[in-house]
């Protein structure tokens, strides 16, 4: 299994400013995702991290709103910029399983409110 | 989109089986049927995948009909503590790119 954690747990933030989240994973893994849940609702991916390489993202989804580090094979991160109250949502991070059993394991998740 | 329908919630007393359907008429050939749970508050977790056959963990059992178009998740003796939405989702069992579509999924209530 793989052990996620994710800083911060929550935060509130005012219109217009950043928020970087981050990712750590326990063990290398080739394959990151982002998620976010608006409240009430199902997850949708954001983009893919692969370490060494530039994210994928969604359709809906832009690097120049949601830019995406990933650094090295256990960390990733991800920015929210220029946000607005639309953007409160839950993060979530989630890498496959990295011993090959074809799940994915998913961090406790960011909960970010706009002001 | 999702590829999967689910019912949007669904009660259970402590103590009884819970059995959660979900309709996949569109799953193709090589594309694996999970079963995740979100409990309020944290993130996804797995619960069990199958391909054709009927499969168990200790978690719960997965029962695929025959024609792959549908499937049950069974929790044998359901707890309080399983109380949660159950997202049905089928994708292929590749390691590292498959990307996971979240339907509305099956919020669960088990009740005393």
């Known amino acids: 299994s793989a052990v996620i954690s994710q800083k911060p747990s929550r935060d509130i933030c005012q219109r217009g400013t950043s928020l970087t989240i981050q990712c750590q994973v326990d063990s290398q893994v080739t394959m990151m995702f982002w998620y976010r849940q608006q409240p009430g609702q199902s997850l949708t991916l954001i983009a893919t991290?692969?370490?060494?390489?530039?994210?994928?993202?969604e359709s809906g989804f832009v690097i120049d709103k949601f830019p995406i580090s990933r650094p090295n094979l256990t960390f990733s991160t991800l920015t929210v910029s220029n946000m607005s109250p639309e953007d409160s949502s839950i993060y979530l991070c989630s890498v496959e399983d990295p011993f090959g059993v074809p799940q994915q394991y998913f961090g406790p998740g960011t909960r970010l409110t706009v002001t | 989109d999702a590829k999967t329908t689910q019912p949007p919630s669904m009660d259970c007393a402590e103590g009884r089986a819970a059995n959660l359907p979900c309709n996949h008429s569109?799953?193709?050939?090589?594309?694996?049927v999970y079963w995740y749970r979100q409990i309020h508050s944290q993130g996804p977790q797995y619960i069990i995948h199958?391909?054709?056959n009927n499969e168990t963990n200790e978690m719960a059992s997965l029962i695929i009909t025959e024609d792959r178009k549908s499937s049950t998740l069974i929790l044998p003796h359901a707890t309080l503590r399983d109380t949660a939405v159950y997202y049905c989702?089928?994708?292929?069992?590749?390691?590292?790119?498959?990307?996971?579509?979240f339907g509305k999924g099956t919020k669960l209530t088990v009740n005393p």
């Open positions: 569109t799953i193709s050939g090589n594309e694996y």
């Open positions: 199958g391909l054709k």
């Open positions: 991290a692969n370490q060494g390489s530039e994210a994928t993202y």
């Open positions: 989702i089928v994708r292929v069992a590749q390691g590292g790119s498959e990307k996971l579509v």
